[in-house]
């Protein structure tokens, strides 16, 4: 059973930083493009980020040069690394496959960027 769990959410400032985590049970994990979606009140879910099991990545314009997703293949396990964080960033964060999968979205982690 394919299961992702994620974490490292919590309440920043504006301009703090937060590194997000995403453990999966994914057999063949190296060969899935992984992404990092949020979904913030009243707003439909976005992809923020995606990488390639090579390393290629994608970002939403309104993270560039913000965030760095990246990947640790021996460990099952996608990052997203926040920094200049800004209250618009504020959302319930998911990883999934890319493109997702309706099965897979697990808990999510909260980020709230406030002051």
């Known amino acids: 059973q394919v299961q992702f769990v994620e974490s490292g959410g919590g309440l920043v400032q504006p301009g703090g930083s937060l590194r997000l985590s995403c453990a999966a049970s994914?057999?063949?994990?190296?060969?899935?493009?992984m992404g990092w979606y949020r979904q913030a009140p009243g707003k439909e879910r976005e992809l923020v980020a995606s990488?390639?099991?090579?390393?290629?990545?994608y970002y939403v314009d309104s993270v560039k040069g913000r965030f760095i997703i990246f990947r640790d293949n021996s460990k099952n396990t996608v990052y997203l690394q926040m920094a200049s964080l800004k209250p618009e960033d504020t959302a319930v964060y998911y990883c999934?496959?890319?493109?997702?999968?309706?099965?897979?979205w697990g808990q999510g982690t909260q980020v709230t960027v406030s002051s």
């Open positions: 994914l057999s063949t994990f190296k060969i899935w493009v």
């Open positions: 990488i390639t099991g090579v390393g290629s990545t």
């Open positions: 999934n496959v890319v493109p997702s999968s309706a099965d897979y």
